[in-house]
Nanobody, 120 residues
Framework: QVQLVESGGGLVQPGGSLRLSCAAS????????MGWYRQAPGKERELVAT???????HYADSVKGRFTISRDNAKNTMYLQMNSLKPEDTAVYYC??????????????WGQGTQVTVSS
């Protein structure tokens, strides 16, 4: 069994910063690509940023220059440093990881989400 647990969300003023974490646990053999997604009320879930096993990154245009994705392979943990936050960044943020377990081939796992609210 594999679990992804996000943390670090909260309420922040415009221009502020937050750091999200996503920790994977369970019978993990290998983690390939990881990513952050977000879903605002009334909108579809959208990609925020992704990172490969060898740390190549990709960002949505809306967050380029403000957000930084990273990962610690030894800890099976991914991070999202969010700076210069805007009200339009308000959403539930989800992590996703492409994981092979000791018994299965690679499969996409999702976390439960963490709320980020940017408001004065």
């Amino acid at each position: 069994q594999v679990q992804l647990v996000e943390s670090g969300g909260g309420l922040v003023q415009p221009g502020g910063s937050l750091r999200l974490s996503c920790a994977a646990s369970g019978s993990i053999f290998r983690i390939n690509d990881m990513g952050w997604y977000r879903q605002a009320p009334g909108k579809e879930r959208e990609l925020v940023a992704t990172i490969t096993e060898d740390h190549s990154t990709h960002y949505a245009d809306s967050v380029k220059g403000r957000f930084t994705i990273s990962r610690d392979n030894a800890k099976n943990t991914m991070y999202l440093q969010m700076n210069s936050l805007k009200p339009e960044d308000t959403a539930v943020y989800y992590c996703k990881a492409y994981i092979a377990t000791m018994l299965t081939i690679f499969y996409n796992f999702w976390g439960q989400g963490t709320q980020v609210t940017v408001s004065s």
